[in-house]
């Protein structure tokens, strides 16, 4: 465990690493989120429950939905599809690329089975509900032409075959107004015409409209007309449209196809191809809109050419004034909202930057991925990274906050990108999933998913299991009575963020009795330590204890009963190790008093010796500096003291002269009981 080597009583940089290492660590240093789930307080609004409800289930990927009344339209690239609970291979009904499944009880329906010969990647609905509009990258829908556009009855659920309008490419986006189908992707002409990704058809016939907007330099992939009627956003990974730098997103009269003012292209350039670059690396992937605001979900190629987005953002429709940007990492896909929250899907890893959560590895210390969130449509924050780990600055620009719902979710491997949801829709019970997932929640279910409000779901989905740390007897109570004390680190619930924690004696006979109760905020990325204790613990023998923990509907985990073991301080024995050039380190024997833990120590080597700046302790999961460093000689050459920490919890503790460095990490000892007092 040799020290390191830079001149003496300068700030090291190790030092200064350790400390930027624990100010990402320490729950303290990141934001609460917002008290919010399927019973928020106040003014917060609810989210749906995160039970996955039994839903029709494909053999590949949807990329798109929509819903009309109580229909869900499907499109993507499948070729069955199975009842919920089926495995893959049983129970399966031929549907290419299209389906539709009743949104009350997720089976599918019988009357809309188009066979398309090539996958579809975009469904639209007309206002009145009457007609569905797929595009995508099919040439003939069962056996006749259909150039990548095609419209669909709704009472029917045949094709018309009086619309008849078709592109020379992919169609990835479509918007639908009383006069128009307005139409984006990658193609160059529409019924034989000159259309550079974007057009607009009749939506009766197909003929095409003298609208037009050139699109250049990337692709549209998403297309919404505006509240009010009088324009067509357009999101997608292009440079310009109509000749005029848009970066990703803009504003067209839907009139004409004029471009019309949009700010926030300006503050979020996400298009285009960037200097260095062959091809565009980021951009608009949704749009969608709850009447009073724009929100658009964005992707990136971190840091490759221009700095972008991968989280949401809101606009105001009418001028495309940025209200709010949440400056997530890792791309985002889709939005929807419903009931004042705006869902997402996509495989975010990092709300640092809006003060959230930073990335964290999983069990099999892979990068952690959540595949969909919820936040609130209104602002509420500030992002306070200048600038992002990508190299944005938005710290000019407020934030929404972030909601307590956070299904687990499986991803799947049909595109070979290993993702979950591409698409999220939404009515005022519902939100609805589809994309190429396996499971849902730890339940196998394929492609899509519907979750509801708490009044039309089971709610049954809980905390998650908890592995507390021992419980201890502990001779330190009031009057030398000993007393039963544990510390363990909180868990979480997928939709409910207070948890209600019960330490409860002799469990799962006649008497058990709860002899303690804590409720207590948490969320996966927000995990505090929870203190419990018997007071009165049987004085004739050692009792068995375990902890219950409840959501605020009673859905509840117990863990593993233990019984309680005596309290005590295990020390190891003085370390003293050699190291190249002469440098050693010398730990004496630890001492625990009550929580106060003190470290002896000595250090010799040549006249660079640092002084012991940076030293930590750490039980794997909690980082500490000391309290205090007491120095018994300070020379060029040897140092010699001690050190002092004051422990949260028990748990064995290893201690790292330096740790900002590889240097060996010496155990120190380990702490089998929780100080009272």
């Known amino acids: 465990m040799p020290p390191a080597r830079p001149a003496p009583r300068r700030p090291s940089r190790a030092l200064r690493a350790a400390s930027a290492v624990l100010a990402v660590l320490m729950p303290a240093a990141l934001a609460s989120p917002a008290g919010a789930d399927t019973v928020p307080t106040g003014t917060t609004p609810a989210t749906v429950s995160a039970d996955p409800l039994p839903t029709v289930q494909i053999d590949g990927v949807v990329w798109d939905q929509v819903v009309v009344g109580t229909t869900v339209y499907a499109v993507g690239s499948f070729s069955s599809a199975r009842p919920a609970g089926s495995p893959p291979g049983q129970g399966e009904t031929v549907r290419s690329n299209a389906l539709a499944y009743d949104l009350r009880t997720g089976e599918l329906l019988p009357s809309f089975a188009p066979g398309l010969n090539a996958q579809a990647r975009t469904v639209a609905a007309s206002p009145d509900g009457s007609t569905v509009y797929v595009g995508g990258s099919f040439t003939a829908i069962d056996g006749r032409p259909a150039y990548r556009l095609a419209a669909f009855s709704t009472a029917t659920g045949k094709r018309i075959t009086t619309f008849t309008a078709g592109t020379d490419g992919t169609v990835s986006a479509l918007a639908v107004s009383a006069g128009s189908v ?22 009766t016939t197909g003929a095409l409209q003298a609208w037009t907007a050139p699109v250049r330099n990337g692709g549209v992939a998403a297309l919404l007309v505006s509240p009010d009627g009088s324009r067509v956003i357009v999101g997608g990974s292009f440079g310009s449209i109509n000749g005029v730098e848009t970066y990703g997103s803009a504003s067209l009269d839907a009139q004409t196809g004029r471009s019309l003012p949009w700010a926030a ?13 062959t091809y565009p690396v980021s951009g608009i992937t949704s749009l969608s809109t709850d009447g009073r605001s724009i929100f658009a979900s964005a992707y990136g190629f971190g840091t490759t050419g221009r700095p972008s987005l991968e989280g949401t953002f809101a606009a105001e429709p009418s001028t495309g004034a940025v209200r709010w940007i949440n400056d997530c990492t890792g791309d985002t896909y889709a939005t929807t909202t419903v009931g004042g929250v705006l869902y997402t899907v996509g495989h975010t890893h990092s709300c640092s930057a809006p003060g959230w959560f930073d990335n964290a590895p999983d069990t099999a210390g892979t990068l952690q991925h ?38 687990r979710w499986t991803a799947g491997t049909y595109t070979g990108q290993s993702q979950a949801g591409w698409s999220v829709e939404s009515t005022g019970q519902f939100v609805v999933v589809g ?40 001779a330190r109570g009031a009057n030398g009575r000993a007393v039963v004390s544990m510390t363990t680190r909180a868990t979480w619930d997928p939709d409910n963020a207070d948890l209600t924690y019960r330490l409860v004696r002799d469990p799962g006979t006649s008497s058990a009795t709860v002899v303690d109760t804590r409720t207590v905020g948490s969320s ?9 204790g018997d007071a009165n613990p049987p004085s004739d023998r050692r009792a068995t204890y375990a902890v219950r923990v409840s959501d605020p509907l009673g859905v509840t985990t117990t863990s593993t009963p233990t019984t309680a073991a005596t309290s005590g301080w295990a020390a190891t024995s003085g370390q003293v190790s050699a190291a190249v050039g002469g440098y050693t380190a010398t730990l004496g024997r630890a001492t625990l008093s009550g929580r106060t833990l003190t470290v002896p120590f000595s250090a010799k080597g040549p006249g660079d010796l640092r002084r012991p700046e940076g ?6 999961t909690t980082s500490l500096t000391p309290v205090s460093t007491v120095l018994s000689a300070d020379s060029a050459g040897a140092f010699a003291g001690s050190f002092t920490y004051r422990l ?24 089998t009981g929780l100080g009272v007092g």
């Not at 996400?270 to 200097?275: A, C, E, L, T």
């Not at 279910?445 to 419980?471: D, E, H, I, T, W």
């Not at 996966?524 to 419990?532: G, Q, S, T």
């Not at 030293?615 to 794997?620: A, N, Q």
Request: aromatic residues 10%; contains cysteine; hydrophobic residues 35%.
């Open 265 to 277: 292209n300006q503050v979020v350039r996400n298009g285009g191809i960037p200097s260095g670059a």
């Open 615 to 620: 030293t930590c302790l750490s039980d794997g």
């Open 524 to 532: 996966f990325w927000r995990l505090p330590l929870v203190a419990m």
């Open 435 to 474: 994309g190429e997932f396996l499971t849902v929640g730890g339940r196998a279910q394929q492609g899509l998913v519907r979750f509801a409000v708490k009044g039309s779901a089971p709610n049954a989905v809980g905390p998650r299991a908890l592995n507390p740390a021992p419980l201890v007897a502990n």
């Open 370 to 407: 959540w595949h969909s969130l919820a936040y609130t449509t209104t602002d509420s924050g500030r992002n306070n990274v200048r600038p992002d780990q990508y190299g944005q600055d938005f710290t000019a620009y407020r934030t929404s906050s972030l909601l307590h719902w956070s299904p």
């Open 182 to 203: 307005y139409v984006g992707g990658s193609f160059a002409s529409v019924n034989n015409q000159a259309r550079l990704r974007l057009a607009a058809v009749n939506p």
């Open 648 to 671: 949260p919890g028990p748990g064995t503790w290893t201690l790292q002269y330096s740790c900002g460095s590889v240097y060996t990490r010496a155990v120190v000892g380990t702490w």
